[in-house]
């Protein structure tokens, strides 16, 4: 079991950027697939981005592709996601996702979860 806070969240008008961090305990931090979700109130938890445990695997939602970057940091325990030309409809709370030895794009994947931090994009 891995516990996860997320930071970064934060107003921002439309076309700016924000980067949410993750910060993982545990000493095993590169054994964990690490994904990226989102929800709005009143809709199911939608995935945005993934990335495997050494990095050199990502996966992103076709909303967020070529906009958003996830990263890890396994120094650091922490998974960042690097958002640009935001949008409004990109307005909701993310989450950070942890699975051990697995990495994908659906969230019953993930046994532990962060408890979100909220991004909201003014137009």
């Known amino acids: 079991q891995v516990q996860l806070v997320e930071s970064g969240g934060g107003l921002v008008q439309a076309g700016g950027s924000l980067r949410l961090s993750c910060a993982a305990s545990?000493?095993?931090?590169?054994?964990?697939?690490m994904g990226w979700f989102r929800q709005t109130p009143g809709k199911e938890r939608m995935f945005v981005a993934a990335?495997?445990?050494?990095?050199?695997?990502?996966y992103y939602s076709d909303s967020v592709k070529g906009r958003f970057t996830i990263s890890r940091d396994n120094a650091k325990n922490t998974v960042y996601l690097q958002m640009n030309s935001l949008k409004p409809e990109d307005t909701a709370v993310y989450y950070c996702?942890?699975?051990?030895?697995?990495?994908?794009?659906?969230?019953?994947?993930?046994?532990?979860w962060g408890q979100g931090t909220q991004v909201t994009v003014s137009s």
């Open positions: 990335i495997s445990g050494n990095g050199a695997r990502t």
């Open positions: 545990g000493r095993t931090f590169s054994s964990y697939g």
């Open positions: 996702a942890a699975a051990y030895l697995r990495t994908g794009i659906q969230s019953n994947v993930y046994l532990d």
